[in-house]
């Protein structure tokens, strides 16, 4: 599918026998993401071959890298061989004159370490950051991670469960925006039908389908259309009409910038009952609504998401609001076909914990302590900088 690839050419364009650095790619990817909501937007793929057949601007300006090109024509010319037979033979053919340089070995448990790019390149990225939770989880489950997904903010693999996941929120917060929008005020708004909902979602559905397979689009459609339609079953005649959707909060936290944007705010008064949307296992996700403790002593994710969100709405200060609660919302049902909830009820000692973890990463995602990994044996971000040789010890 036309731009769904871009996360494996991203692993490609490191292959050892195109030769490129590290910091050739990255810039590529800083310049992916700044053009991403732009009316610029474009897929890595075509970002390369735009740099290919762009002339030079002046003297000065330096070339594309050659490997870069070779990456770019290399991959064009097997995605446009039609023989799949002929494809594989081409490959070999070309791996056959290009062989991999031989990739150090690391110990188990090693902390690969990547080379910095020069400070006028990482500097900028650096000081236009804002912390948001996702970006804080992932700094607290490994710096590599977040420097490649929050720094460089390189193409992610396309993920089945995400992008439906995606066509839920679009969904419910349609089926919420148009409430918000229809005649009357607090309690006198109706809720569109489900048939809306499911249309709603639906629409979603086509306009990604280029993230699922066939078979999987199917099966995805069929099963929110089933999960949805049983949801909205359950909870229409107990929905709240006094509610804020997808509310973008900045603030500036302890002299820190945290931005975050809820799905829903629920309000009684100046109360606010804080609202995220999960799709996926019920039963799996009890670890991420844990506080710290012996085995995690971060905490869980979504523990910490709700304590990061009651951050940003008591320090929301024009509005004066405090959050009573933060409630998540499983869209699909346990494996007893019941829907759940799961409602935390944040303590002070809470808000301290995540304060100094918010304070602690921030100070050293400023020095720049992004370039060491976790070395957990499952994670993809020390297994990529292994398997394509860039540890610089």
Known sequence: MPGAGDALLFELLHAG????????????????????????KTSLRKLLQEKINMPPLDLFTPALHEGLRKA??????????PDPVAWVAAVENWLLQNPLPPVPLIAEGQRPEIEKPEPG?????????????????????????????????????GSEAAEFGSAVHYALEALFGKMLNSPGTGRQRSFASVETLIADFERYMQLNRNSF???????????????????????????PTIVSIERMFNIVYNGIPLKGKPDKLEFDGKSVNIVDYKTGNHEKAKARLQPPHEKEPNGGDYWRQAVFYKILVD??????WKAASVEFDFIEP?????????????????????????????????????????????????????TYGLDKR
């Open 17 to 40: 026998w195109f030769g490129v650095p590290p910091v050739e790619i990255a810039r590529l990817c800083v310049e992916l993401a700044g053009r991403q909501y732009t009316e610029r």
């Open 72 to 81: 770019s024509e290399m991959t064009e010319q097997w995605i446009h061989e």
């Open 315 to 320: 320090n929301y200060g024009q509005k004066g």
């Open 334 to 386: 346990g494996a007893d076909g019941q829907y759940y909830r799961e409602k935390l009820f944040i303590t002070p000692a809470d808000v301290t914990t995540v304060t100094q973890q918010i304070t602690e990463a921030w100070q050293q995602i400023q020095n720049q302590a992004f370039y060491t990994g976790c070395g957990k044996a499952n994670c993809q971000w020390c297994g990529f900088v292994k």
């Open 121 to 157: 390149f990482i500097n900028p990225l650096v000081k236009r950051f804002t912390m948001n939770v996702t970006a804080l989880n992932n700094y607290l489950h490994c710096p590599l991670e977040f420097y490649y997904r929050n720094i460089l903010r390189v193409p992610s693999p």
């Open 213 to 239: 397979t066939v078979l999987q689009f199917e099966k995805r459609l069929a099963y929110g259309q089933e999960v949805l339609n049983k949801y909205y079953a359950t909870y229409v005649y107990s929905f």
